[in-house]
């Protein structure tokens, strides 16, 4: 079966017509928006570094004592309040880790609802959160487990890294250590972040709507998409992945145009949803309607579709 990558983008927009302008309804942006905030909590939020900038350009390596001062002088503080230090780094670390779990468990949740609104053209949260609660929780499960996985990969090598460069960066000069921390470090960062990256992808474009289709939990929809999907479509798969990344950069552009325009309301935390909702529900169609070109199995819109759990209002009477 030949499986396009190009044809779902105008599906997905023809989506986003009849969900959100079919007929406008303000009161439906808000609640769909409200979901599609849980679904990717903690997600988005891009972020400057102007102070680190500025702070570098005074007083970086090139200005004042160099490199090996500044460290010296951040050693001896850390020395002299060295309890301060280990209080608020267990107490960040702390809310970190709850705030960290919390967000985890509400966005599984939120996938669940954001995609029944989708799936199902309408704005809903009390009956999809209670309707796919086994789903979100078992993908919950899996995602903390995934995360504790991929920050201890991810963070083991930069701390390899760290411990391979720690003495040039003591004595403030470029060595050996340094070098093979670079050209060792930096290629297994790259690879390890790239897996996670492909891992992510698969579990909210592929794995999370074939539990929500199937009515599975995530390790046996993990099982379906590999002997589904993955195996025979390889190729078409890597194209898939290549035009995410070219809408990921177009839907990019937009809300950074959309942000400029309403004078950055758009980058505020649930009504920079609210506005960019268009965005995210043509994200979330995109690949549902790759989905259904495998067959009517994997049929998400239109009447043919027979949801996993009862809907929770009847159809009226033929």
């Known amino acids: 079966m030949n499986l396009s990558v190009m044809d779902p983008v105008e599906h997905a927009v023809e989506r986003v017509k009849v969900i959100l302008f079919r007929p406008f309804d303000v009161s439906k942006w808000f609640v769909l928006g409200f979901c599609a905030f849980l679904a990717y909590l903690g997600e988005g939020g891009g972020y400057g570094g102007s102070y680190h900038r500025s702070y570098n350009d005074r007083h970086g390596p090139f200005h004042g004592g160099g490199f090996a001062s500044e460290m010296g002088a951040a050693a001896d503080w850390v020395k002299f309040h060295l309890l ?6 267990a107490i960040v ?3 970190a880790v709850v705030l960290g779990v919390l967000f985890t468990w509400l966005r599984s949740r939120g ?21 796919f609660a086994v789903q979100g929780n078992s993908l919950f499960l899996f995602s903390l487990v ?6 201890a990969v991810i963070f083991g090598i930069i701390g390899a890294g760290l411990v391979l ?41 592929f794995v999370v709507p074939t539990m929500y289709l199937r009515g599975e939990r995530v390790l046996a929809a993990w099982g379906i998409v590999r002997r ?3 195996a025979d479509h390889a190729v078409t798969i890597f194209l898939y992945f290549l035009v995410k990344i070219m809408l990921a950069v177009a839907v990019g552009i937009i809300a950074l ?10 980058a505020l935390p649930y009504l920079g949803t609210v ?16 989905l259904e070109q495998l067959g009517p199995s994997w049929r998400f819109f239109g009447e043919t579709l027979q949801p996993p759990l009862p809907p929770p209002f009847a159809p009226p009477p033929a």
């Open 93 to 95: 670390l702390f809310l």
């Open 165 to 205: 460069a720690w003495p040039d960066m003591r004595a403030g000069h470029w060595g050996i250590g340094t070098g093979l921390a670079l050209i060792i470090g930096l290629p297994l960062l790259c690879v390890a972040i790239s897996l996670c990256a492909i891992v992510e992808v698969l579990l909210e474009d």
């Open 84 to 89: 301060l230090v280990v209080v608020v780094g």
């Open 111 to 131: 996938r669940f609802m954001f995609l029944d609104g989708v799936v199902r053209n309408r704005a809903a949260v009390s009956e999809p959160w209670t309707q």
């Open 257 to 266: 145009v959309a942000t400029c325009l309403t004078c950055c309301l758009a």
């Open 146 to 151: 995934f995360g504790l996985i991929a920050s």
């Open 275 to 290: 506005i960019l909702l268009p965005l995210f529900v043509f994200k979330r169609s995109y690949s549902l309607c790759f």
């Open 228 to 230: 589904e999907i993955l």
